[in-house]
Structures are given as C-alpha cells and as structure tokens.
C-alpha cells in the first residue's frame, strides 16, 4: 500500500527565503505526483503536477523535482512571501490500469512566512 | 478555469439523519472523487466514480454510499450520520488517464459538515 510522507510538519520563515518541503512515497510506481495548495478552510489548489518520466516542472517560483528510484520530491520556493503561507500537501497518483487516478496524500506541511 | 463546486459550506445535522453531500463540475471529467479530511489523518479517500453509474469503494467507505446519474454531479450519501462523521469533505475531478495527458485533480471548496 502506498504511504506518502512529508517533512517538515510545519515550517515557519522570514519573508525572502528560499525554503524546500521534502515528500517520500514508498511504492516507486507512480503515474505521477502532485503538488497541492490548501488554505485555511478551503479546498486544494493544484500547484504542479509531475509525471513519471519528468524530473521536474516548474511554474514561477515554484520548482518540483521528483527522484522516482529513491522515493522522492521536493518542492522548492524561492524568494517567500507571506502570501505563500498555507499547508503543501503532496500526493502520488500509482501507475496501473485500474487505479482511475486516485490520489494518496501526505499529512502536509504547514508554512508560515513572516514579514 | 475548471469550476468545482460543493452545495453547502457548512452543515449542521444530527445524529441519524440521512445526509446528502451534492458536487458538480462544469469541465466533462470522466473521475470524480469523494474525500475526508481530518486534523491528524489527512486526506482519506471515501468514493469515487470513474463514469456515470460507475463506482468504486475508496480507504474508508463505511456508513457511505455514493450516486452517480448524470456525469458532472457526484453526490455522497450518509445513510445515519454519526457524530464520528463530522469532519470536512472534499470533492474533486479529473479526466480520466491518458485523455489530456496528464490527470490533475481539481478540488470544491469543501463542505464543513457537523454531526451533533
């Protein structure tokens, strides 16, 4: 059964760093991996999506690596601001016909950038 | 954009009663998904339909079901609401693997359900 790890839990940074949230998954065999955005009391909001055969992908400055072999992504922001302050969740979507895309989710890290 | 929306924000109900969690989304995805989300458990998977009428059993089905009559409307059900059932449900879609190359998943707002 695939589980999904992410590290740190919570994170808490000044405004203008560069910072790394780090997600393990232990089935190698993924369709593909996502990065997700979830306010406080809202849904999620798809940040960056990986697929297997990538390495990573970027948008603005946000970049998302992926090491299928060993298990894992990072998500790197650079140059943070307080409006990125919101949980990250990670999620791999397995390979194989019959998976319709489901999801697992890591437990998410909370990031907290202050002025 | 993708529009994925929920029927309520929040909902109060009480124990025993049958509950209805309504989503619809405008974009033809052929997935669609129903999920818990509980401080400490993450997201958990409940349901999900991969065509009209079509349903598969997720992580944690019990005290659930689902409907699926028309393809942009996936309702979940709680036949007695329980208290253990208070949580936030999410529901999302996508396109099914392989249709647009990738299957991004697109989320509701959620619905802030309250069981007493």
């Known amino acids: 059964k695939q589980e999904v790890t992410q590290i740190p839990a919570a994170l808490s940074v000044p405004e203008g760093e560069n910072l790394v949230l780090n997600c393990s998954f232990t089935?190698?065999?993924?369709?593909?991996l996502q990065w997700f955005r979830q306010d406080p009391g809202k849904g999620l909001t798809s940040l960056l999506l990986i697929q297997s055969s990538q390495r990573e992908q970027t948008s603005g400055r946000l970049n998302a690596s992926l090491d299928k072999s060993s298990g894992r992504s990072t998500l790197y922001i650079a140059a943070s601001q307080p409006g990125d302050s919101a949980t990250y969740l990670c999620a791999v979507s397995n390979a194989g016909g019959t998976s319709y895309g489901k999801l697992t989710f890591g437990q998410g890290t909370i990031l907290t950038v202050h002025p | 954009d993708v529009k994925v929306t929920q029927s309520s924000r929040y909902l109060v109900k009480r124990t025993g009663e049958k509950v209805f969690l309504e989503c619809v989304q405008d974009m033809d995805h052929e997935n669609m998904f129903w999920y818990r989300q509980d401080p400490g458990l993450g997201l958990r998977l409940i349901y999900f339909s991969y065509d009209v009428k079509m349903k598969e059993k997720g992580d944690i089905p019990e005290g659930y079901s689902v409907s699926r009559e028309k393809k942009e409307r996936f309702s979940l059900i709680l036949e007695s609401a329980s208290t253990n059932q208070t949580s936030m449900y999410l529901c999302?879609?996508?396109?099914?693997?392989?249709?647009?190359?990738?299957?991004?998943?697109?989320f509701g707002p959620g619905t802030r359900l309250t069981v007493l």
């Open positions: 999302a879609s996508s396109f099914a693997r392989g249709t647009s190359g990738q299957d991004t998943q697109y």
């Open positions: 089935d190698s065999a993924i369709y593909n």
